[in-house]
């Protein structure tokens, strides 16, 4: 072997200055003591982390970066994109109008509780910090109308909700952040089942690493992702990686923007970087797709940032994640100055443009009327093709992951299947809190996906026959509507707070209210947009916007 390189050190993560807005949230709870040496220590109350985390899990369920509304304001104004893109755009910007309001949050699966923590060697906590931030996390989703979505395991097959949305995610690092020694600095995420959901790992080899063998890579797995996390998506990809598990949290950090002020280009010391020049490749991939902002066109995503790592020369690692259109994350500090937090947008109405519903095409929405019955119902859409642009009005049944599998075991025991679901279209979907005075709480599709091994026998039992949802499904259930004569309508993933404010009329259990959103509900609703993705004939608008050709390279 040769002889050993000299020694050198640079952080796998090197990031630049902090270009951060940040308001004072408050300056109790910290002061600056004199140790030895004549070194500074800054201490900190429990209190502090506590308030701090409360009021960031507040902001990041209303709340968004100013960067990400002008992207969706860039949509709209951009003459290549879709009718469709449009639409959901400007649903999108309407939505966080109405969450900016602090009642309703912008999505209704409100997320597990992500922190982030680099505590500075000279500062100085009670060693109970993980405690008080999860205080904090409790104070928030107790107290705002957010959801409860943690299941804590009783036994290996039994779960309950734990009823706060705790546990939280929390991890600390002593580090000095930026170089300094006196101060602690944060990541806020709430990361939602949806984009958690299509985080990926992929143990790959160093003969992916050449320009046409990747991008044909990237085409591939990217397609795969669909719609079901809401996009346009923030992708992050990264290659390379000291483990897997690294990997995978570099690219979790990249979407949320952590890592933009990583270093372009590489060295001996082994830091990891920035590839822009593959970052704007992979974008123009992405706008040839198909895709788009969920029901056809450009914007499949926002933006791209790829990650190049060192790695094990037995091991390539490529991690994929999404942050989505509910682009929830904040970046706090605690000083000498006091609790500091990112300042998120709070008038995004300024963002929303000047045009009205004729300017989306909207005289091509056929008005769906869900209060006939249900074989009327198939018959008007099936005059249209998919893609077509629905608005329903009238009643709907609300029905999810528990509620489906309690349904399949009364259909094992030879029960029938419950008429509401023979009469009406079902919603995949839970509620957040209702909030006083209110129909509804945010109340948004969840992934259609996960309910795909169910309609095949819930349709030949004659029900399901109209499903409402996010997402693209599976080959069986394009065969089963087309054997049943049923049809999957798309809804726009992502603004669950319009949703509850402006088409939600009316909310009411009808079984399993012992399982809390899990629960079946009926609702009314009133102009709900929706999309036919899969209709009785055998169509699936995805079937071809996900098939990869595997003919491009890098130029």
């Known amino acids: 072997m040769s002889s050993a390189a000299a020694f050198s050190y640079a952080p796998l993560l090197p990031t630049g ?6 308001r004072l949230v408050t300056d109790e709870g910290v002061d600056v003591v004199h140790g030895p040496g004549g070194r500074r220590f800054l201490t900190v109350e429990p209190a502090a982390l506590t308030a701090l985390t409360a009021e960031a899990m507040h902001d990041i369920a209303h709340f968004l970066r100013p960067a990400h509304l002008a992207q969706l304001r860039s949509i709209i104004d951009d003459p290549a994109a879709s009718p469709n893109d449009r639409f959901v755009a400007l649903d999108l910007l309407r939505n966080a109008n109405i969450a900016a309001g602090g009642v ?11 922190v982030m923590g680099k505590r500075g060697r000279h500062v100085l906590t009670d ?54 020694p006196d101060a602690y600095k944060f990541l806020f995420m709430a990361k939602g089942g949806g984009s958690a959901n299509k985080s990926y790992l992929y ?25 079901s996390a809401c996009p346009p998506y923030h992708l992050a990809i ?45 974008l123009e991939l992405t706008r040839n797709f198909g895709i788009g902002a969920q029901f056809g066109g450009r914007y499949f995503c926002h933006d791209v940032r790829v990650v190049r790592l060192p790695r094990h020369g037995a ?49 091509d929405v056929v008005r769906v009327d869900l209060n006939r019955p249900m074989d009327e119902i198939r018959a008007e859409l099936s ?19 528990i509620a489906h599998a309690k349904i399949a075991e009364r259909l094992d025991a030879g029960e029938p299947m419950p008429q509401y679901l023979r009469d009406h279209a079902v919603y995949y979907a839970g509620p957040a809190k209702t909030p006083e005075g209110y129909a509804s709480g945010s109340f948004g599709p969840t992934t259609a996906g996960r309910m795909d091994a169910y309609v095949a026998k819930f349709q030949a039992a004659g029900g399901s026959q109209v499903m409402l949802a996010k ?34 009329k009316h909310v009411e259990v009808l079984e399993y209210a012992e399982l809390g959103m899990e629960a079946v509900w009926k609702i009314e609703v009133e102009d709900f947009p929706a999309f036919i993705v899969v209709d009785d004939k055998g169509n699936d608008f995805f079937a071809e916007v996900t098939k990869p050709v595997l003919t491009v390279g890098r130029r």
């Not at 200055?17 to 940040?22: C, G, I």
């Not at 690294?246 to 920035?274: E, I, Q, V």
């Not at 009643?395 to 992951?401: G, K, N, T, Y």
């Open 17 to 22: 200055p902090d270009q951060t807005e940040y």
């Open 104 to 114: 309703l949050p912008m999505c209704q699966d409100t997320g597990t509780a992500i």
């Open 127 to 180: 060693g109970s910090d993980a405690e008080a931030i999860s205080r904090g996390v409790y104070q928030a989703y107790t107290r705002l109308n957010l959801r409860y979505s943690q299941l804590a395991p009783l036994t290996m097959w039994d779960e309950r909700n734990t009823g706060s949305n705790l546990p939280a995610q929390v991890e600390l690092y002593a580090e000095d952040p930026d170089g300094h």
């Open 203 to 227: 143990q790959e080899t160093k003969a992916l690493l050449n320009p046409t063998r990747m991008m044909q890579f990237l085409e591939e797995k990217l397609r795969l992702i669909g719609t």
């Open 238 to 282: 990264v290659i390379g990686g000291t483990s897997a598990e690294y990997a995978l949290k570099t690219a979790k950090y990249a979407s949320a923007k952590y890592l933009d002020a990583l270093p372009t280009s590489g060295s001996m010391t082994a830091h990891g970087f920035r590839d822009l020049e593959l970052e704007a490749e992979v």
């Open 315 to 363: 091991s390539c690692p490529v991690a994929i994640a999404v942050s989505c259109s509910a682009d929830r994350q904040a970046i706090a500090k605690i000083t000498p100055s006091g609790v500091w937090l990112e300042r998120l947008e709070t008038d995004p109405a300024r963002y929303l443009p000047d045009v009205t519903d004729e300017t989306l095409d909207a005289s």
């Open 383 to 401: 005059k249209y093709p998919v893609k077509t642009r629905l608005s329903l009005t009238g009643p709907l049944v609300v029905a999810r992951d």
């Open 471 to 504: 997402g693209n499904r599976s080959a069986q259930v394009t065969r089963s509507c087309q054997q049943h004569g049923g049809f999957y309508l798309g809804s726009i993933g992502g603004p669950a707070a319009r949703l509850a404010q402006d088409c939600i």
